[in-house]
C-alpha cells in the first residue's frame, strides 16, 4: 500500500511495502512551485508549474511538462526542464542533455535525451486541423558525432545468442540522417545504405518482390521479383504461378493496359536504345520483325553462321552471297547477267539466269510464304507502283495492236490452277485489284474486257466478281444476255409461302422521272424518260429491296486526280418485287374465280326460280329473290415483311361488331406487347409493330374476335 500526503509548500511523506522492506520517499514543492518526486533525497520526477523556458533558442511554456531522469544532475542545476509534455532523460557524459535539434513545436510529444542525442515523437502542428504524426531525432554538433540512424529491432530470448536472439537484436530496416532507408539485416555503422532505399540480401531468395495476388505460400500468386545476383547481375522474375507453367510471363517497359499484356518476355512500348555497344565482331544480330500495326515490333535475334560468304535475305534468314552484277561482254554485247557468267545475247539482262531470251529476263523458283514465287515486287514507300509498262506507238509505223500490258501463262493438265493475270491489292482507305481506263478511241473505248473461250460442255465465265457488298458497281447501261440469280434451295433457309402480295402492291407508288445527269455526270446516267419507283419512298413498304450501297472513289493510278467520286446512295432490288406482283396476280386470278363461281350460282339459282314460277303458270316478284349477304369472316393475315429486322405490319379482318385485340407472346408464351384493344366495326384494319426494342427471335401474334383466336408466327432478325 502506497500514500502520499502534502499540502502547498510543504513534503509529504510516502510509505509503502515492497517485498516485505520498508522503504521511505517524499514529494513535495521546490522554490519554483514544481512538484518533485525524490527518493533519498534524490529527485527523479519533476512536474512543472506555470512557467516557460529557453531551449534551443526557443521560449517554450513548460506549464506541465514533465520530466523522468535516470541522471539526477538533470534536476539539480535548476537550468534543466523537461523539453515536452513528458521528457525522458538518460545518461549524458556532457553533464547537460543535448538540446541541438529541438524545435518549439516538439513540446507536444514525447523527447527522448541520452548519450548526448535527441529523438521526438509526436505531433507537429502545421495550422488549423493540419497535423503531422512526426518521429526525429538530432544528433549533436560537437564530440564523436554519428552516425546516428532510425533503426528497427527485433528482439527475443535472453540475448544470449546471435540474429534476434543477441544482445542488439535483430536490425530488419534503418534510416540515415540523410534521408536515406536500407532494408535488410546486414546494415552496421560502418556499412550505411547508399541510396534513397537500398535493398540488402544474400540469401537465395530476391531482394525485392511486388505483389499482385498473394497467397500463402512463398512461390504461389501473381507476383515479380527483383534480384541481384552474386555477381551483381539484375534479375527480374514475373510469376503468375509455379503450378502453371503455360501461362506467359512477361516484362511490359511502357504503359500497357490491363487488357493489353506483354506478349514477349520483354515487351516496350515506345522506343528503345542500346548505348555504348561492344565494337568487337558481332555474334548476333537483332532484328525487328513488325507485328500487327506500323510501328510495333518483336524484336528477335539471329545468330551469324560464322560464313563470311552468307547474306542477311529479306526474309530475315542467312542465304547465298547477294551477287553483284557480272558484267559479261559478248560478241561486243554488253549483258547484265544477275550472279551467273553465262552466255548472253544482243545487250539482254538475265536475274537468276543464265542465258536471258529477252531484253530482261527474271527466274525465280523459290516461294514466298504465301506460296508464290514472287519475281518482281514493289515494297514501301507512300506512292508504290509495282510495274510500269508504257506502249508508245506514236511516230511509229501504224500497227492494228499496241499491247501496254500482255500477259500469258501456259499450264498443263496437271495444274489445277491458271492465272492470265492475278492481281492482289490490300490494305488501304480505296483499294482496287483492277484498273482499266480507255479514251480517246476512235470507235470505241472498253474499260475492262473479259473473254472466256473453251470447249463445249464447260464453264466459261468472262467476268467473276465477289465483294462483301457488291460484286460490281456500273454507273452505265449494263447490256448482258442472259441475267441469272441465285436461286437453288441449298442457299436458301426459313422458306415460307408469301401470305400476301396485292395489299403490299396497292401501297407501291410507280413514278416517271428523268436522272440528274448534269449534276452526276460521272454516274453515267441515262437520258430519256425513265419508269419506275423513288427507293425512300420504296423502302417505306418493302425495306427489303431496297439496300445502301457505297460507290468507290476512282483515281487516275498515273496522276492520283479523283476522276470519280465515291458515294452512298439508296438502290432498288427489282427482282425482290417479282415474286410479290406474281403472289398478287394470284390473289386477284382467284378473287376472278370465286366471283366466277358465286355469279354460275347466282345464275343458276335464278334459272331454277324461273322455271319453277313457270310451270306453275306464276309471274315473279322481287319478294321471289331471297339472296342472303353473308357477312365477311374475321381473319388474320401473315405479317409482312416476314423475316423483318425493326418494324412490320400486321393486317386483319374484323366480321362482326364487338371487341377485338391483337397480343404478342414470345417462344415461351410470355405477353410482350398488345397492339389492338377496343371495340372495332366490321373491316379489314392493319397495325405497326414496332420491335426495335426486342431481340432477335420467334414470336406469336393473336387476334382474339368474337371467341375466336388466330395465331400467326412472326421471325424478327
Known amino acids: 500500500m502506497l500514500s502520499i500526503l502534502c499540502t502547498k509548500k510543504s513534503d509529504a511523506q510516502i510509505t509503502g511495502l515492497n517485498n516485505n522492506t520498508l522503504f521511505g520517499a517524499f514529494v513535495g514543492f521546490n522554490g519554483a512551485q514544481d512538484l ?42 535548476g537550468l534543466e526542464t523537461p523539453f515536452s509534455l513528458l521528457h525522458l532523460n538518460g545518461d549524458n557524459f556532457l553533464g547537460s542533455p543535448q538540446q541541438s535539434g529541438f524545435r518549439g513545436w516538439m513540446r507536444y510529444g514525447i523527447v527522448s535525451t541520452h548519450n548526448q542525442d535527441l529523438m521526438f515523437i509526436g505531433q507537429k502542428r502545421n495550422s488549423d486541423d493540419v497535423t503531422d504524426a512526426v518521429i526525429a531525432w538530432a544528433d549533436n554538433g560537437a564530440g564523436p558525432s554519428g552516425p546516428d540512424n532510425l533503426t528497427f529491432v527485433y528482439t527475443a530470448g535472453d540475448g544470449s545468442g546471435s540474429g534476434a536472439l543477441s544482445d542488439d537484436g535483430l536490425e530488419c530496416a534503418r534510416m540515415t540522417a540523410e534521408g536515406r532507408t536500407g532494408i535488410g539485416t546486414l546494415w552496421t555503422n560502418t556499412f550505411q545504405p547508399k541510396r534513397r532505399l537500398d535493398v540488402i540480401g544474400n540469401d537465395t531468395l530476391p531482394q525485392f518482390r ?119 561482254n559478248n560478241a561486243g554485247s554488253d549483258d547484265l547477267v544477275m550472279g551467273y557468267t553465262g552466255a548472253c545475247n544482243e545487250g539482254r539482262v538475265g536475274i537468276g539466269v543464265d542465258n536471258p531470251d529477252a531484253k530482261l529476263s527474271v527466274l525465280r523458283t523459290e516461294t514466298t510464304e504465301d506460296n508464290v514465287a514472287t519475281t518482281i515486287r ?51 482507305k480505296n483499294v482496287t485489284g483492277v484498273y482499266g481506263n480507255a479514251s480517246l478511241g476512235i470507235t ?59 395489299d403490299v402492291i396497292m401501297e407501291l407508288k410507280p413514278r416517271q422521272y428523268t436522272f440528274n445527269q448534269e449534276e452526276y455526270s460521272y454516274m453515267n446516267l441515262p437520258s430519256g424518260q425513265h419508269f419506275g419507283f423513288i427507293a425512300q419512298e420504296l423502302e417505306n413498304v418493302l425495306p427489303d429491296a431496297v439496300e445502301e450501297v457505297s460507290k468507290p472513289e476512282i483515281k487516275d493510278p498515273e496522276t492520283g486526280d479523283v476522276v470519280s467520286p465515291a458515294l452512298d446512295h439508296l438502290a432498288v432490288n427489282y427482282q425482290e418485287i417479282i415474286p410479290i406482283l406474281v403472289k398478287a396476280t394470284q390473289e386477284q386470278q382467284a378473287t376472278i374465280e370465286q366471283l366466277q363461281s358465286d355469279l354460275a350460282d347466282l345464275q343458276a339459282q335464278v334459272a331454277a326460280c324461273c322455271e319453277a314460277k313457270s310451270a306453275n303458270g306464276q309471274g315473279m316478284g322481287q319478294s321471289d329473290f331471297n339472296l342472303e349477304v353473308l357477312p365477311t369472316p374475321s381473319d388474320l393475315k401473315q405479317n409482312y415483311p416476314n423475316p423483318f429486322a425493326q418494324q412490320t405490319t400486321i393486317q386483319y379482318t374484323i366480321g362482326c361488331d364487338c371487341k377485338a385485340e391483337i397480343v404478342v407472346y414470345d417462344q415461351s408464351g410470355r405477353m410482350i406487347a398488345t397492339l389492338v384493344s377496343g371495340a372495332a366495326e366490321p373491316g379489314t384494319y392493319s397495325v405497326n409493330w414496332d420491335a426495335s426494342n426486342l431481340e432477335s427471335g420467334i414470336y406469336f401474334y393473336t387476334l382474339i374476335v368474337d371467341g375466336q383466336e388466330f395465331v400467326k408466327r412472326a421471325v424478327k432478325i
Not at 552468307?310 to 547465298?320: A, C, F, I, R, S
Request: glycine share 12%.
Open 378 to 428: 514493289a515494297i514501301g514507300g507512300e506512292d508504290v507502283t509495282g510495274l510500269v509498262v508504257q506502249a508508245n506507238a506514236v511516230g511509229a509505223p501504224w500497227s492494228p495492236f499496241v499491247y501496254g500490258v500482255n500477259t500469258r501463262t501456259v499450264g498443263d493438265d496437271t495444274f489445277g490452277d491458271v492465272y492470265g493475270s492475278n492481281n492482289i491489292a490490300q490494305r488501304g
Open 36 to 77: 518533485e518526486f525524490r527518493t533519498n533525497d534524490i529527485t527523479r520526477m519533476q512536474l512543472m508549474q506555470t512557467g516557460s523556458s529557453l531551449i534551443n533558442t526557443y521560449t517554450v511554456n513548460t506549464s506541465g511538462n514533465l520530466g523522468l531522469s535516470a541522471d539526477p544532475t538533470f534536476f539539480t542545476t
Open 210 to 328: 511486388i505483389t499482385h495476388q498473394r497467397s500463402t505460400s512463398s512461390i504461389l500468386g501473381k507476383y515479380a521479383d527483383f534480384e541481384v545476383s552474386p555477381e551483381g547481375h539484375l534479375h527480374v522474375l514475373p510469376y503468375n504461378s509455379l503450378a502453371d507453367d503455360s501461362v506467359n510471363r512477361n516484362m511490359a517497359l511502357g504503359f500497357l493496359s490491363p487488357f493489353d499484356a506483354p506478349t514477349e518476355k520483354l515487351d516496350v512500348m515506345g522506343t528503345a536504345r542500346l548505348r555504348v555497344m561492344p565494337n568487337d565482331t558481332a555474334d548476333v544480330l537483332i532484328t525487328g520483325v513488325e507485328q500487327n500495326a506500323e510501328g510495333d515490333y518483336q524484336l528477335n535475334y539471329l545468330a551469324f553462321p560464322g560464313d563470311d560468304g552468307v547474306t542477311l535475305l529479306g526474309d530475315g534468314t542467312w542465304g547465298d552471297p547477294f551477287c553483284e552484277w557480272n558484267q559479261v
Open 444 to 502: 470505241q473505248n472498253v474499260g475492262a474486257a473479259g473473254v472466256a473461250i473453251g470447249t463445249i460442255g464447260i464453264r466459261r465465265i468472262g467476268v467473276y466478281g465477289e465483294g462483301a457488298t457488291a460484286a460490281g458497281y456500273f454507273t452505265s447501261t449494263i447490256v448482258y444476255g442472259s441475267p441469272l440469280t441465285f436461286s437453288d434451295a441449298q442457299f436458301k433457309s426459313d422458306i415460307n409461302d408469301i401470305d400476301t402480295g396485292l
